[in-house]
C-alpha cells in the first residue's frame, strides 16, 4: 500500500504560479511511477503530467507543454508540480498517482487498485 497527500494548492490570479507536492508513504521501496492528474467541475479526470521513477520520462498533456514542469525526490518521496501561465479554465482538483507502469502509459485508466491515488488538492484560477 502506498499514501499519497498532495499540497500546495490555493487561489492564484490568472498567469501566475503554484507549485504542487505529494509526499509518499508506505510501501516506497518499489520503483513507482507518479503522475498528475486534474478535475474540473463537469468534467472527466485527465492525466497532465507523469514521471519514471529515475525521472528520464516526462510526458506532458499538449496543454500544459512549456508551462508545467514535473519533479521527483526519491530521497524524499516526494513529487512535484511546478505550474505558471496559469488560466481560469485550469481550476480543478489536482490529484497525485502511483503506479508500476510506464510514464508514458499514465493516462491509461487501470483496473481498480492498480493505482494509487490522493484525495486531491485544490487549485482555483482567478480571471
Known amino acids: 500500500q502506498v499514501q499519497l497527500v498532495e499540497s500546495g494548492g490555493g487561489l492564484v490570479q490568472a498567469g501566475g504560479s503554484l507549485r504542487l507536492s505529494c509526499a509518499a508513504s508506505g510501501r516506497t521501496s518499489s520503483s513507482y511511477t507518479m503522475g498528475w492528474f486534474r478535475q474540473a467541475p463537469g468534467k472527466e479526470r485527465e492525466c497532465v503530467a507523469a514521471?519514471?521513477?529515475?525521472?528520464?520520462?516526462?510526458p506532458y498533456a499538449d496543454s500544459v507543454k512549456g508551462r508545467f514542469t514535473i519533479s521527483r525526490d526519491n530521497a524524499k518521496n516526494t513529487v512535484y508540480l511546478q505550474m505558471s501561465s496559469l488560466e481560469p479554465e485550469e481550476t480543478a482538483v489536482y490529484y497525485c498517482?502511483?503506479?508500476?507502469?510506464?510514464?508514458?502509459?499514465?493516462?491509461?485508466?487501470?483496473?481498480?487498485?492498480?493505482?494509487?491515488w490522493g484525495k486531491g488538492t485544490l487549485v482555483t484560477v482567478s480571471s
Open positions: 498517482a502511483a503506479d508500476l507502469g510506464t510514464a508514458q502509459a499514465m493516462g491509461v485508466q487501470l483496473p481498480l487498485g492498480r493505482r494509487y
Open positions: 514521471i519514471s521513477w529515475s525521472g528520464s520520462s516526462t
